[in-house]
């Protein structure tokens, strides 16, 4: 009999947690799992990406609230997850303005969830293994009957504020916890040392093959491949943690320094005016060109020249392995996990974080023939494919 697997997250919108969903459901062996697929919303560009094989359950109305305004929620009638949402964003201000904390996103999510869950529906169905893609996991928690509720950890705890009380609650009715690197498993059990006998390192499933052939599908019009020009990519979130405000002033240093760079950044986010609106100001409106969202970032990445990571702080960066996958030189920051990432100087080329060292990485692989050619030779001698860690997924479901 097969064992029967839910699976759940927000939505299929572009990024690096979505792309390792689709990943994961890609190498499931559905002849041995039945699986359902619950996601609180159906948008996003990679709901085309959806393999057969899973169930994909209808929405729930409710659950589609946690990515609406309040406004939007009101105007749907859930009066009381509106109030609730509107005392969630009030608690996370205030605790995040006493704790003076730079970002505190994720006090907001903690407090949405734990203040709306009492009025959540619970799904009917009981299943062999619950597993929670997303951080946070109320909805496994206290939503869903399972035998084995798994939980996964997609970022690193060293560079995020939460209620600790809040998530050592979540964490005690989780039976799995799944890190995706060993950097990102250290700064968690930093954090709660008394989990680590329920803590399991699993790599996000990535397939170099799905990427070639993705990035060969098409040409980018707008990268213009000029005699002389370097040109720079980068994807990701338009978000603090990415750094890009940081790469815009390293690309001004560039710049005045006489080197002729254009930098393609592929992505979407909330800091998008303030990122347009720093370019216009230091007047690189011709060298540092947000593309917006992409389906399909790859054939950007085949394109360029160099691609820059220059992150504040990742879990585990799935661009820099694709580019990799690509056979490009990396150029990446130093953030907490980096050296999970890359081996410096050997598959990448790890710089210090802030504009002056994004700038310094990005020359230093401009300017050495020699270390670009090494760094590339390399990286194509590599098989980044780890669909095998599908089997340490099972055998947590089997335990």
């Known amino acids: 009999m097969k064992k029967k697997i839910l699976i759940t997250s927000f939505d299929l919108a572009i990024g690096g947690v979505e792309r390792s969903l689709i990943g994961l459901l890609n190498q499931i062996d559905y ?9 609180f919303k159906h948008e996003g560009e990679f709901l085309s990406y959806i393999p057969e094989g899973p ?30 949402r509107v005392i969630a964003k009030y608690s ?14 994720y006090l907001a999510i903690q407090y949405g969830w734990e203040l709306t ?54 964490w005690r009715k989780i039976d799995e916890i799944v890190v995706v690197s060993d950097e990102c498993s250290q700064t968690f059990l930093d954090v709660f ?56 002033k390293a690309c001004k240093k560039l710049i005045d320094e006489g080197f002729n760079i254009q930098w393609y950044v592929v992505g979407y986010g909330p800091l998008e005016r303030d990122l347009k609106n720093l370019i216009v100001k230091l007047g690189l409106e ?13 054939p950007y990445m085949a394109a360029c020249d160099i691609y820059v990571q220059p992150s504040r702080y990742e879990g585990k960066a799935v661009t820099i392995r694709e ?9 990446l920051t130093n953030f907490p996990t980096a050296k999970s990432q890359a081996e410096h ?42 669909e095998t860690e599908i089997t340490k997924i099972y055998g947590l479901i089997g335990k």
């Open 31 to 39: 002849a041995k799992y039945e699986v359902d697929l619950l996601l």
């Open 55 to 84: 169930t994909l359950l209808p929405e729930v109305p409710s659950y589609t609230t946690f990515r609406k305004s309040i406004y939007q929620i009101v105007r749907d009638g859930f009066f009381p997850i509106a109030l609730s």
């Open 92 to 105: 996370g201000l205030v605790h995040g303005k006493v704790k003076k904390v730079e970002e505190p996103g």
């Open 117 to 170: 869950n009492r009025h959540l529906p619970k799904l009917n169905k009981e299943y062999d293994a619950a597993i929670g893609f997303l951080w946070p996991h109320h909805f496994i928690r206290d939503k869903v009957k399972a035998k084995k509720k798994i939980g996964w950890i997609h970022t690193d705890y060293s560079n995020i504020y939460i209620n600790k009380n809040i998530e050592k609650k979540m």
């Open 193 to 248: 040392p008394d989990l680590k006998g329920k803590t399991t390192v699993i790599e996000n499933i990535f397939s170099p093959e799905f990427v070639r052939e993705q990035a060969s599908l098409e040409s980018p019009k707008e990268m213009e491949q000029l005699p002389g020009r370097t040109i720079l990519v980068t994807v990701g979130r338009l978000t603090h943690a990415k750094g890009l405000d940081e790469a815009i």
């Open 286 to 298: 011709n060298h540092f060109i947000l593309v917006g969202k992409k389906t399909n970032p790859y």
């Open 323 to 331: 580019a990799q996958a690509l056979g490009k030189p990396v150029v």
């Open 345 to 386: 100087g050997v598959d990448a080329w790890i710089t210090e974080c802030g504009h002056e060292g994004i700038a310094a990485g990005i020359l230093k692989m401009m300017t050495d023939k020699e270390l670009r050619t090494k760094i590339v030779s390399n990286v194509r001698a590599q098989d980044y494919g780890n």
